[in-house]
């Protein structure tokens, strides 16, 4: 959906329902976020702008130092309900395994084409896809789903996850905040700001695999070139 129709989205839900923007924004936020964390049509990104959006409807005449405490706990709220989607995406993966993507069901949450992509950001970037899929919106859920079905620790699965979420909400909230209505620009920069980001680490997971792979190659050739010598030769 292009930003100008999400920015249109945004400021005319918190028209109509003023009441429900202005007494229930948490409540509101956290459970759009984890139905979103559980793969319904609703981009985690515009959820965030929402909430960093509610938080500046809140300011009026009121100078922006003393919103610090509403804001931070916005981006704990996010924060909160972005894990608890994505872990039970994950113990979802966990508990049933790759069979459960053949229901007709889970063929409309992820598609063919879709977990094709998350099987080459494996197969590339290996346990950092779960760090890289929280900027890409399109591999995000079946990307944690796989990681519970290929059985990756829970402690690792929430680090990667954790990393990414530390990164997206805070700067995703405060930017919505800061701008105010310039939603449509905030949303244009965060698309640049991830994209560009996701980029950098796959870059990074790329330049470590191939390091690993050059240094495993480099110990099979010492090993091959200076054999030990056979049990029983003196020296």
């Not at 992509?117 to 900027?135: E, K, N, Q």
């Not at 290929?150 to 530390?166: E, I, K, Q, W």
């Not at 980001?197 to 792979?213: D, G, K």
Request: proline share 5%.
């Amino acid at each position: 959906m292009p930003h100008e129709s999400i920015a249109d989205l945004i400021q005319a839900f918190t028209a109509q329902h003023p009441l429900l923007a202005e007494h229930f924004p948490y409540l509101l936020v956290f459970t759009l976020l984890y139905l979103s964390g559980l793969g319904l049509p609703l981009p985690e990104e515009a959820s965030l702008v929402l909430g960093g959006y509610l938080i500046y409807l809140k300011t009026d005449d009121v100078e922006g130092a003393s919103m610090a405490w509403p804001l931070a706990w916005m981006i704990s709220t996010a924060c909160v309900a972005i894990l608890g989607g994505d872990l039970t995406v994950y113990w979802l993966g966990r508990r049933y395994g790759k069979a459960f993507l053949s229901h007709r069901w889970m063929r409309w949450v992820f598609s063919k084409q879709n977990l094709g992509r998350i099987d080459r950001f494996y197969d590339r970037f290996g346990l950092w896809t779960v760090f890289v899929s929280r900027f890409v919106a399109g591999i995000r859920v079946g990307s944690f789903f796989l990681a519970g079905a290929s059985r990756v620790r829970p402690r690792t699965f929430l680090l990667m996850d954790g990393m990414g979420a530390l990164i997206s909400v805070p700067l995703s909230v405060w930017l919505a905040f800061h701008f105010g209505e310039e939603i449509n620009l905030t949303l244009k920069w965060l698309g640049a700001i991830f994209r560009n980001l996701a980029l950098l680490v796959a870059l990074a997971a790329c330049a470590m695999l191939w390091w690993q792979i050059r240094r495993a190659r480099r110990e099979g050739a010492a090993g091959t070139a200076d054999p030990s010598p056979p049990p029983g030769t003196s020296s």
